[in-house]
C-alpha cells in the first residue's frame, strides 16, 4: 500500500466508488469518527456529494489545502436566504 495514502485520497475513491455506482447526479454520506472526516472533504470537495451528516466534530483545516474555505464556501452556497 502507497504510505502517502491520506484521508483526501480516500475521500476521493469513495467519491468515484459512489459515482461509479450510480450516484453521480448526487448522493450524501454519513459517518462517524473515521467516517466523519471522509464526509466532510467529501462534502467540501466534490460536488457530487451534496450533504454530510456526522456524529463527529474534527477540525481538518490543513488536511486538505483550501479545505476550510472550500467548506465555508459550501456552507454559504447551500444556506443563502431564499428572495
Keep these: 500500500m502507497d504510505k502517502d495514502f491520506r484521508i ?4 476521493r475513491v469513495m467519491n468515484t466508488l459512489t459515482i ?5 447526479d448526487g448522493y450524501v454520506v454519513q459517518g462517524g469518527d473515521i467516517g466523519s472526516k471522509v464526509g466532510r472533504i ?3 470537495v466534490h460536488d457530487e456529494c451534496k450533504a454530510a ?9 490543513r488536511a486538505v489545502p483550501g479545505y476550510a474555505r472550500k467548506l465555508c464556501h459550501a456552507h454559504d452556497a447551500h444556506h443563502t436566504p431564499s428572495k
Excluded: Y
Design 42 to 44: 467529501m462534502a467540501a
Design 20 to 24: 461509479g455506482v450510480g450516484f453521480g
Design 53 to 61: 451528516h456526522s456524529k463527529s466534530c474534527f477540525i481538518l483545516s
Design 8 to 11: 483526501e485520497d480516500v475521500a
